[in-house]
């Protein structure tokens, strides 16, 4: 129904800080500080295509890998 609502939508949607939640000390953390990957796009941008769906991220992908190297994970 277009037009405005009485009801707020407030309680559909929470408040979560996953800075709040992971420790200090954490192995991540660590793993972030020293990790640069900033050129990485850059470096890869001719090999991707600029028609059809947009790619995995190429730095996620490779934050995602050293993660799961790092936690024992086999599957990506």
């Known amino acids: 129904m277009m037009g405005n609502q009485g009801a707020s939508q407030a309680p559909l949607f929470y408040a ?4 709040d939640h ?4 954490h192995l991540l953390r660590g ?3 020293f ?5 990485l796009r850059r470096h890869l ?3 991707y295509s600029h028609t059809g769906r947009p790619s995995i991220d190429p730095e996620l992908m490779i934050r995602m890998l050293v ?9 990506e």
Do not use: K, Q
């Open 67 to 75: 993660i799961g190297y790092c936690f024992g994970i086999r599957s």
């Open 35 to 39: 990790l640069d990957l900033s050129d």
């Open 22 to 25: 992971v420790p200090r000390d």
């Open 31 to 33: 793993i972030g500080r």
């Open 16 to 19: 979560f800080n996953l800075e």
């Open 45 to 47: 941008a001719p090999f």
